[in-house]
């Protein structure tokens, strides 16, 4: 395998920016087909995004013969039986986050790939933009002395009741599709980045309740993880605040000084040491997976390591699972 030729399973608006044009802009990689269970907007993404072939059912992509990668966009739910096929019909897979629904979907799938030998990888892409490694780099350098704790807090007003009629954000509430609510949406990249940062965890402890009513998924967890390396992680997320109240903030505190960053908003790190402040800005990447998906390549290829892990995917599910104690 020489080059890449990727096939979509799920080109949904996930694809549309941030990961899609990506796959021909990186070397050594090719997306050459697309599938949407409803084949005129599968048609209509192939033409505005100048992809060769187009399909309505997975399984005639996994199948095809020029397509050697698999990438899933799908919903989480369909997450697993995806992969699944995939790996049976020897393709690698780079799999979207939430890697699936439950930490046991995601132990399956790690199984399967090591039954395999076929390769996986999950979308846990922030770890490889240049923000997100500058924020490593500045913790295993010491900028901030011994990392004694962290802190999350995000926030966020209700979805209104249009937003709640739109197809492409009511899934995202529905548990059944999601495997949960608005955590489980937005959270993994969260937990992936302290699990980038941090290690891997000794314990997890967590609580969520649904309080406003408004969708069946939970809108308020909080969790608390204590990782190997001693560092003591605290997160809170409620997605049901006044507009006033909304809050997207990762406070990572040592022994000298702090970090301070958003995830989700403008990419800049505010460097606090001995009572001072340094300001780092970044500029995203236009499309956000880009650096991620050159890596994920480079592994399928033989170049390089695994930027992310199927059993990493499966220990951020396993954060999920405990914090909303499923």
């Known amino acids: ?17 941030k990961s899609g044009p990506a796959f021909n802009k990186v070397p050594d990689s090719r997306l050459v087909a697309v599938m949407r269970r409803d084949g005129v907007k599968a048609q209509d993404y192939a033409r505005r995004h100048n992809v060769p072939k187009w399909y309505n059912d997975a399984s005639k992509l996994i199948q095809d013969p020029e397509v050697n990668a698999i990438y899933i966009a799908t919903p989480p ?18 799999i979207e986050k939430p890697m699936t629904t439950t930490h046991a979907q995601a132990v399956n799938l790690v199984k399967a790939s090591r039954d395999t030998n076929i390769k996986m990888v999950v979308a846990h892409y922030r770890r490889a933009q240049p923000y997100f490694k500058k924020i490593k780099s500045l913790l295993d350098e010491g900028a901030i002395g011994e990392v004694r704790f962290a802190r999350l807090s995000f926030f966020d007003k209700p979805l209104s009741q249009e937003a709640l009629q739109t197809e492409k954000i009511a899934w995202r509430v529905d548990p059944a599709i999601s495997g949960g609510g608005l955590f489980h949406d937005l959270a993994p990249h969260q937990l992936d980045m302290a699990y980038y940062f941090f290690g891997d965890v000794l314990t997890i402890q967590g609580m969520a309740t649904n309080q406003s009513k408004q969708y069946g998924a939970d809108d308020i967890v909080s969790g608390s993880m204590l990782f190997q390396s001693g560092v003591l992680f605290e997160g809170l997320w409620c997605f049901a605040v006044d507009e006033s109240e909304t809050k997207d903030s990762f406070e990572i505190i040592g022994t000298e000084g702090k970090i301070t960053f958003s995830v989700f908003g403008k990419q800049v790190i505010y460097l606090t040491r001995n009572g001072k402040e340094s300001v780092l800005p970044f500029e995203a990447p236009m499309h956000v997976q880009q650096p991620m998906i050159e890596e994920v390549v480079s592994y399928f290829l033989g170049k390089g390591p695994n930027p992310c892990t199927a059993s990493e995917g499966a220990r951020i599910m396993e954060m999920i699972d405990k914090m909303t104690q499923k």
Do not use: F
Request: hydrophobic letters at 40%; aromatic letters at 8%; one cysteine or more.
């Open 1 to 17: 395998m020489q080059t890449i030729h990727w096939g979509i399973i799920g080109c949904g608006d996930v694809t549309e920016l």
């Open 77 to 94: 739910d369909s997450h697993e039986h995806y992969a699944l096929a995939a790996m049976e019909a020897g393709k690698p897979v780079y």
